[in-house]
């Protein structure tokens, strides 16, 4: 089922001043340009709901929209500027860290990879991170329809054995394209049992 609604709700450099963690949360995150902007209209059948970027090291800001009256999804900085300052990195990280703490409500983060490139240091290291701190999250990759059918499988199943040198399990994965919109359905069926558990829980 496509989203029907999707509407911004606020942007902010402040964990505390984010909506109230009361409706189930999803949020995207990925490498600068890894695709984020793009596969989030894609999402939301949208074209300019979140901006595609034309040069990185914008503002980093939380961006929370309300999709379809019920979920939140999320917009985070894009990580991963080799230009910016170790200051700008660290208050990335403290916006990051301070936001992935203070929100009860977030189920599960998309974390984005470019299927085009080899595993990164920075990813894997944001997805220990993840892991370490029991956080739910899975892989997506992005601008797949540039792979053929054997490459993509290469690139998944090195991902794949990386991440099993460290963990029992690997994350599930999402092989997306903002192009033909692959993955599209794969992750809102994935997102809408997740709202409903979540839903009944509160009850
Ligand atoms: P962000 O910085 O992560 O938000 O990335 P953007 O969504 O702004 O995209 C970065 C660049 O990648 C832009 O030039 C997009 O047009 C391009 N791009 C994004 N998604 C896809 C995709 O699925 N396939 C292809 N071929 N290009 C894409």
Known sequence: ???????????N??????????????AFIGRSNVGKS???????????LAKISGKPGK??????FLIDKSWYLVDLPGYGYAQVSKT???????????????RPNLLCIFVLVDARIEPQ?????FMSNLGERGLPFVIVFTKTEKLS???LQATIDTYRTTLLEEWEEAPQFFITSAITSA????????????NEAYIKGKK
């Open 59 to 64: 503002t980093q800001l939380i961006n929370h």
């Open 1 to 11: 089922m496509p989203v029907k609604q999707a509407e911004f709700l606020v942007s």
């Open 13 to 26: 450099s402040d964990p505390a001043l984010c909506p109230p963690p009361n409706r189930p949360e999803y």
């Open 149 to 151: 059918g054997p490459k």
């Open 38 to 48: 793009s596969l989030i209209n894609m999402l939301t059948s949208r074209t300019t």
């Open 88 to 102: 700008e990195r660290e208050k990335f990280a403290t916006l990051i860290d301070g936001y992935l703490t203070s």
């Open 121 to 125: 240091k920075r990813d894997l290291d």
């Open 183 to 194: 993955g599209r359905e794969e992750i809102l069926s994935f997102i809408r049992p997740l």
